[in-house]
């Protein structure tokens, strides 16, 4: 069967929506480091949708910083993808252009520094995840002990991380007279802007401080906040998409109806005008906070109680009424502890959370959502509890959540089935757990861990006996009984 590509695109059938612009003259104002498949169905688009309004300033030339699947996805479709948007209900497909480019960095550093420093770029957009800002997680500092970061440190002549790619770039860029691009984190992480840009002048400081303090006079990194469940693409669905439109896609995405972008107004620099799906604002925090805390934190219990019950996908965990309930009461706990803007309902968001995680036609796995737990945990449940507990609340739902990510180190399920456990910290926290086998050596062991857990908890007494009698249960009884049990007021 045929693969997509400028050359075949007309195969395509005529329901299928294609760019209203003409790719040919599109410049590219925008280079995104990590293309993979969430940049592909959030910021891709929202670019595809500003190119289609007339603006030909915003194409995006993108970089893989690991392995050359994407390029290999992406670059024999001449960087055409289809994106399919589901409801559940009905699927609509629309082919997006705005990726111009893919370049491999490990193959080809000098490549990516010269897209970063072209005069045309004006915005650098990244999804790296939470490790890729190479920050050390209790201090906020730079991580000089990452085998990348020290290579940096002595040289920028061949960059490899995200932090020495934009400090290269940005050197050029300042020695060539051309001002700097505004650099957007759109990784869920807090305060996203501040940790890339303290990243970025660090690494600076230690080659050149006139350089540093000209980034941090000149420069942009604004926080922001990003939100579209982007579930992983198999290969039954490119073969389902090949079946259906008769052309083969290895770069297709599939994601859900909503979207947004939060974005800071803070730029150095040109910008666009963004389509309603983009948000500017003073403020990013009270924005992201209830995303973490709300949809991201249900995620996150969901996957690793879930996962722990053998259930594969969200929206068939919450087929069962006792996970619905608990939810339910985390949110009622997670909501407390927010401060939401004006423009935002909460109860009316929370409703919208809810038909979202139904979305069978996602298939998100659990076992996705779990990944890289120790980088997720912090912001997406724990911050609720410091804040419940600093008010001398309980948090029953919130605590059952966080024993179930300590239960998921075991690496295995409640039927017995092994899974991995894919985290950053994975090694460091099987020696921790390891060395303690009861549930209250484990929960000892991570209170005093302040990689990931808050000092407030640690030395919480009640916290501690809430999670280890949570954990007690999980081990004992196993999640959908310790769900059933706090949703029945059985539970801590």
Not at 234 to 258: C, N, R, W
Request: hydrophobic content about 45%; overall charge negative; aromatic content about 6%.
């Amino acid at each position: 069967m045929t693969r997509l590509s400028s050359r075949t695109v007309e195969e395509l059938r005529s329901e299928v929506r294609q760019p209203a612009y003409d790719r040919s003259k599109v410049t590219a104002g925008v280079v995104h480091l990590g293309v993979g498949a969430f940049h592909r169905a959030h910021q891709a688009v929202v670019f595809d949708d500003i190119l289609a309004a007339g603006d030909l300033r915003w194409g995006i030339r993108a970089a893989s910083l690991r392995t050359a699947d994407v390029h290999d996805q992406m670059m024999p479709q001449d960087g055409l993808y289809h994106l399919l948007v589901s409801d559940g209900a009905t699927t609509a497909s629309q082919l997006i252009g705005s990726i111009l480019d893919v370049q491999v960095a490990p193959k080809n550093p000098a490549a990516i520094v010269a897209m970063l420093a072209s005069v045309d770029t004006h915005i650098v957009t990244l999804t790296v995840t939470e490790k890729g800002y190479k920050l050390d997680p209790v201090s906020g500092a730079l991580l000089k002990t990452d085998p990348q970061i020290a290579h940096e440190l002595n040289s920028l002549s061949h960059p490899c991380s995200a932090p020495g790619f934009l400090v290269a770039a940005l050197a050029e860029r300042r020695r060539k007279g051309i001002k700097p691009f505004t650099a957007i984190s759109c990784d869920n992480i807090p305060s996203n802007g501040r940790r890339l840009q303290r990243a970025v002048i660090e690494l600076a400081q230690a080659h050149d401080s006139l350089l540093a303090r000209w980034i941090d006079e000149e420069g942009a990194f604004p926080d922001t906040m990003v939100d579209r469940i982007v579930p992983a693409t198999i290969p039954q669905d490119i073969a389902a998409f090949a079946s259906e439109y008769g052309l083969i896609d290895q770069a297709m995405v599939k994601t859900e109806p909503f979207t947004q972008w939060v974005i800071e107004d803070r730029f150095c620099g040109p910008r666009p005008t963004f389509p309603a799906s983009v948000h500017l604002t003073s403020s990013v925090a009270p924005w992201e906070d209830a995303k973490l805390r709300l949809l991201n934190g249900a995620h996150s219990a969901i996957a690793y109680l879930g996962g722990l019950a053998g259930i594969a996908h969200v929206h068939e965990t919450l087929s069962h009424s006792e996970f619905r309930i608990y939810v339910q009461q985390l949110w009622d706990e997670a909501e407390t502890t927010l401060s939401p803007p004006a423009e935002l309902d909460v109860a009316t968001y929370r409703r919208a959370l809810m038909a979202r995680f139904d979305n069978s036609s996602l298939m998100h796995r659990t076992h996705q959502i779990a990944m890289d737990g120790s980088q997720k945990l912090p912001q997406r449940l724990l911050q609720s509890l410091v804040s419940r507990r600093s008010a001398g609340l309980p948090a029953p739902a919130l605590t059952l959540g966080v024993a179930a990510w300590i239960r998921w180190h075991a690496g295995k399920d409640d039927l017995g089935r092994p899974h991995l456990v894919d985290d950053p910290l994975a090694s460091e926290l099987n020696v921790l757990f390891q060395t303690r086998t009861d549930p209250a050596g484990k929960v000892a062991a991570i209170l005093n861990y302040p990689a990931i857990m808050p000092a407030l908890l640690r030395d919480d007494p009640i916290f501690a006996d809430a999670l280890t009698s949570q954990l007690i249960n999980l081990e004992t009884e196993g999640a959908m009984a310790s769900v059933r049990a706090l949703t029945q007021g059985r539970g801590s």
